[in-house]
């Protein structure tokens, strides 16, 4: 909780509440120098990687390492402990393991992913996507924050050079085995710890709705060719088309021009779909999709549809999970419907998560908690499991 204070004014968000910390942006740097200082007070050896992720090494870097770490990026208006819990975890476990005077034999690395929310630049996971080769250099450096800056210039404001991102073989070899501790996001943990089992295929598309522009009085009704209005079917449609445990949301809508006296000429709408598989999220996305363009026509309008991106499920390795959980003394295991750096890198080494019991079940808000105790009984599993693993 002490490391937390430490960045607990670094991006408080005043308008939204909560915090505001986007990949390379000014908040973010910030807390990328306050995780370098850190790593570096404590002798660990700090190397940023070709892709903007930063690595703290514990002897190494090396092969075959055990590698923690999450992300020190949010939402928009998000809360204090998706992404930071991981890192303060991680160093404090860190800690741990010396005060007890553990030497590790083989390499251990604290990593700060970047972007992990996608809440600048549209795309989560981009500093394990990069790494891993889940989306290109190129596709990844044209993404543009709502200012226009693109990811790439981020980047190289930030001392990276773009042409140099890209799948990193030498990164992800040298990962033996990743585990992320990290808030858990619902109400499935009653205990202070758990593992993760899986999580949901989701991905997020972009739909354009396409009008006419115009005067919100001397238009007549019959007249118009409203944006807003096949806009707000979808929204109606994601409710409707998520059911059995899937879920749909619209959590963002960006009308153009955006004017209270004026119709809409285009509005932007991001849905975020979620499932237990492809199958089941395609078919959700399908049905909104089909209702979109159904309200589209009825109103005169356009649609184009851009899926910005999607993961598959994730099934977190069974034996690594059951190894970790064997170390811990049985802790529950439990899936999510939250995607994290370490759903990316779970189709490349084995990769476990542990989760620290949220109370509330409240995420991605200003009122996202984890009680104290709960949170030193994660850094105490996660330095036995690293301690597990590194032995
Ligand atoms: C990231 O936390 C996500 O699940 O969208
Ligand atoms: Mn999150
Ligand atoms: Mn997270």
Redesign the pocket.
């Given at each position: 909780m002490t490391d937390l204070a430490d960045i607990a004014d670094v991006g408080r968000d005043a308008r939204r509440g909560g915090y505001s910390r986007h990949g390379f942006d000014r908040v973010e740097l910030e807390l990328r120098a306050w995780f370098v200082e850190e790593a570096t007070r404590r002798g660990l050896d700090v190397r940023p990687d070709r892709n903007g992720n930063i690595w703290a090494w514990w002897g190494g870097p090396g092969t075959d390492a055990v590698v923690t770490g999450s992300h020190l990026d949010?939402?928009p208006g998000?809360g204090a402990f998706?992404?930071p819990l991981g890192v303060v975890s991680a160093l404090q476990a860190v800690d741990l393991l010396r005060a007890k005077g553990f030497q590790p034999s083989r390499p251990l690395a604290v990593v700060v992913f970047v972007e992990?929310?996608g809440g600048r630049f549209g795309v989560?996971c981009l500093g394990s996507r990069l790494m891993t080769g889940a989306i290109s250099a190129e596709a990844a450096c044209g993404l543009t924050d709502p200012d226009g800056v693109s990811f790439g210039e981020a980047a190289h404001r930030a001392g990276f050079d773009p042409l140099r991102m890209g799948r990193d073989d030498v990164a992800l070899a040298s990962i033996g085995r990743f585990v992320e501790l990290h808030v858990e996001?619902g109400r499935g943990l009653t205990v202070p710890v758990g593992s993760a089992s899986s999580i949901l295929a989701h991905g997020r598309w972009r739909f354009t709705f396409t009008g006419e522009g115009n005067h919100a009085g001397a238009t007549l009704i019959e007249d118009r060719r409203d944006p807003m209005l096949p806009a707000s079917q979808l929204v109606l449609a994601a409710r409707r088309a998520a059911t059995g445990g899937a879920r749909a949301t619209v959590g963002r809508i960006v009308p153009n021009p955006g004017g209270t006296n004026v119709i809409a000429s285009s509005v932007d709408v991001w849905l975020d779909a979620r499932a237990d598989d492809d199958r089941r999220t395609r078919e959700v996305v399908a049905e909104i999709t089909e209702a979109a363009r159904a309200a589209a026509v009825e109103e005169g309008c356009e649609v184009r549809v851009t899926e910005e991106s999607y993961g598959d499920t994730v099934h977190f390795d069974r034996g690594l999970a059951d190894e970790i959980s064997g170390a811990l003394g049985n802790v529950p295991s439990l899936p999510t419907g939250?995607?994290?750096d370490a759903g990316i890198l779970a189709a490349h080494v084995p990769t476990a998560m542990l989760f620290v019991r949220n109370p509330t079940g409240i995420?991605?808000a200003p009122d996202e908690f984890a009680e104290a105790d709960d949170c030193a009984a994660g850094v105490v599993a996660l330095a036995t499991t690293l301690e597990h693993l590194a032995r």
């Open positions: 949010s939402v998000g998706d992404g992990e929310e989560a996001q939250a995607g994290h995420s991605h």
